[in-house]
């Protein structure tokens, strides 16, 4: 037997034990995932927005979370129009259109509200609300901001290489 032929042997034989040995002996991912102890302490579960929610909420915190929301949809929406080239004309009329669209929602978030408490039934009327209003908003002023470029091209726009056959 040839010292070639033995030494592959010694190797091969050496990595079918330890393949396994090493594959049992790392910690598994799925106690991670469990919330059970880790090496660095206990794993906390992926925050998920659903889990807040719980209602009634109250319409105090409700209002205070329509406030926050709508102040900073505000804050986007003036630097996205500081950045536009749109004329001061369109620029006042979205602005216009962008405050009685909001005070629409304040209103139907104060209806949700008016009692105390929001009920998950009242949240869920007051977000099909913001959805027409949304809805609306695009359909007047258009959402081919995010979608499309400058000249009208998709996501995926003609490239350098959209001459080559």
């Known amino acids: 037997m040839s010292y070639r032929f033995r030494n592959i042997a010694i190797l091969t034989t050496a990595l079918a034990f330890a393949m396994p040995a090493v594959a049992f002996a790392a ?5 991670a995932e469990k919330g059970e102890r880790h ?14 929610r719980s209602f009634p909420i ?4 409700f209002m205070s979370h329509v406030s926050k929301r709508i102040s900073k949809m505000e804050a986007r929406m003036n630097k996205r129009l500081e950045m536009s080239k749109l004329s001061d004309e369109k620029k006042a009329a979205i602005k216009a259109d962008f405050n009685k669209g909001s005070a629409a929602i304040r209103s139907a ?32 002023h258009g959402h081919e901001g995010r979608r499309k470029g400058e000249r009208g091209k998709g996501k995926r726009g ?8």
């Open 39 to 52: 090496e660095r302490g206990p794993r906390k579960a992926k925050k998920n927005r659903k889990d807040k």
């Open 58 to 61: 109250k319409g105090e915190t």
């Open 109 to 140: 978030a104060q209806k949700a509200a008016s009692d105390g408490t929001v009920t998950r039934d009242e949240a869920k009327a007051f977000r099909d609300k913001v959805r027409e209003v949304r809805k609306e908003a695009r359909e007047k």
């Open 158 to 165: 003609k490239g350098k290489r959209s001459n080559r056959a």
């Open 27 to 31: 910690p598994s991912d799925r106690s």
